[in-house]
């Protein structure tokens, strides 16, 4: 396994890394029930995300044989709104309007649970400053085999040498322990994300500390 830059050629097959890796996650599975139809957000949504991808985001895949079987998309220089379909004031990529037209016909009677999904992320979103973990996911084959820890540590190095704090959004209970592990803290619970749904969690790793070493008189660093 390798980890790499993610390349804009990529995000047919991203996408569908990650609508097999979400099939399961709780709170997909509660908004969308029908199992083909809880593909598409991520299928048309991530994917035209990914193809129009710039800074401040960005993307990191873990390689095998030369397939994705990972993916984690990162903001990196400060928290950005998710993407609310219904917030007029949200100056959009036309590429992005354009893939959720298309996902409201798709969607059909889905949609207004989506819609509802859509709109609860985005008032529940840590607008804290510093690294924001957007995605996370690791296809279903590999699960298990460390491609998570290894994309997670991967990303959580960088934003440490960019003295930077990271914070994230899981709905799977089971997630919360495997962030704790690598230094996160959850900072708020939504029982439900909006009536009957799943709860969420808002977690948040803080910045290294950075303090400089004490030095000795006339400036020399002690050893």
Known sequence: MRITDFRPRQSKEAAEV?????????????????AGQRRLPHLILLRTGLRILRPPQAARVA??????????????AGSEDPYDPFDPTHEVDPRLTRA???LV???????????ALYATLAQSY??????????????????GTGVG?????DGLARADADCQPVSLQTSTAGNVEFYRRHGFEVTRTFAELYPGSPSLWNMRRPAPDVTPAPTAPGGATPS
Not at 64 to 74: F, K, N, V
């Open 18 to 34: 990650a609508a097999d890796a979400f099939a399961d996650d709780p709170l997909w599975t509660y908004t969308v029930p029908d």
């Open 63 to 76: 390689m095998h044989d030369e397939r994705i079987i990972g993916l984690a998309t990162w903001t990196t």
């Open 100 to 102: 959720t037209r298309s």
């Open 105 to 115: 016909r798709r969607a059909g009677s889905d949609w207004p649970r989506l819609s």
């Open 126 to 143: 840590p607008n804290d400053p510093g690294w924001f973990l957007g995605t996370l996911v690791v296809h279903p084959d590999h699960r």
């Open 149 to 153: 820890s290894a994309l997670l540590r």
